[in-house]
């Protein structure tokens, strides 16, 4: 059975202090009410607090995960931050292509490719995010979209490569709108994900990935999003920021 995961994306939320009691009330929630079985729970903090939130939680319990990583190894790249550096604070995984990444810091396909092929080297597990702006939704083009950012930045990697990739379909006009996607819009689309990972990769491969869906998913909607066949869990933005809450959307399945 494939895995599941819930993965709270803080974004350029709370200070250190604050991210440390974040970190530390999930770890508590967690356990007194573990996680259900086969779901795996993430959190991606800012940079700075990646290295304090290493020493309060679990790894057994929580993956840590950055938000984003340069495109570059190493050198003279003023502001950025490195694959390696995330490794050696602990962080398991990372979040590549995030829409806000793609819009305001205008990441290209070429660009975040080259992040996954460096999140992988590191034996880093890419939190691949893609989906549609409401203008190409309302045009009925959002498969075409997702299929252009899956080949463009992906598809390129091996079989073993690519099995290391966790897939989150995210449609713009659902972050942080309170527009959820309808369970059956999540459903449709991920299908299709994966049916284009079976054509590329295989059915076996297809099968074992992970494809989160994120956009305005809270306690009160993550039951049924994650009931349908082809969601097998969430990235989770403003409702990651209350430990209550996000626990509550781990024990949704
Ligand atoms: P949201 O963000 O849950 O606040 O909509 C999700 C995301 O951007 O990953």
């Avoid at 993430?42 to 679990?58: Q, R, S």
């Avoid at 997702?146 to 690519?162: A, G, I, R, T, Y």
């Amino acid at each position: 059975m494939r895995k599941r995961i819930v993965a709270g994306n803080w974004k350029m939320n709370t200070d250190v202090a604050a991210g440390i009691k974040l970190a530390s009330d999930l770890m508590q929630f967690l356990r007194d009410q573990p996680a259900p079985e086969n779901v795996g729970v993430a959190i991606a903090p800012p940079f700075t607090h990646l290295t304090e939130i290493n020493k309060v939680i679990d790894p057994a319990k929580i993956c840590l995960a950055a938000q984003n990583c340069a495109s570059e190894a190493n050198g003279a790249y003023t502001g950025e931050v490195s694959v390696g550096m995330l490794k050696a604070t602990g962080v398991m995984a990372v979040i590549i292509g995030h829409s806000e990444r793609r819009a305001y810091f205008k990441e290209d396909h070429a660009t975040l490719a080259k992040k996954v092929d460096l999140a992988i080297k590191n034996e880093m597990r890419p939190i691949f995010c893609c989906g549609e702006v409401l203008e190409e939704r309302n045009a009925g083009i959002q498969n075409q979209v997702v299929e252009k950012q899956l080949k463009e930045s992906l598809f390129h990697l091996d079989n073993e490569d690519f099995s290391r990739v966790i897939i989150a379909y995210e449609p713009v006009w659902a972050i942080g709108t309170g527009v959820v996607a309808s369970p059956d819009q999540a459903q449709e689309i991920h299908k299709y994900i994966r049916s284009l990972v079976a054509a590329r990769y295989g059915a076996g491969i297809a099968g074992e990935l992970t494809i989160l869906y994120g956009g305005s998913c809270k306690s009160s909607n993550a039951a049924e999003i994650f009931s349908k066949p082809d969601v097998d869990g969430g990235l989770i933005g403003g409702a990651a920021l209350d430990a209550a809450e996000f626990h509550r959307i781990v024990l949704s399945f």
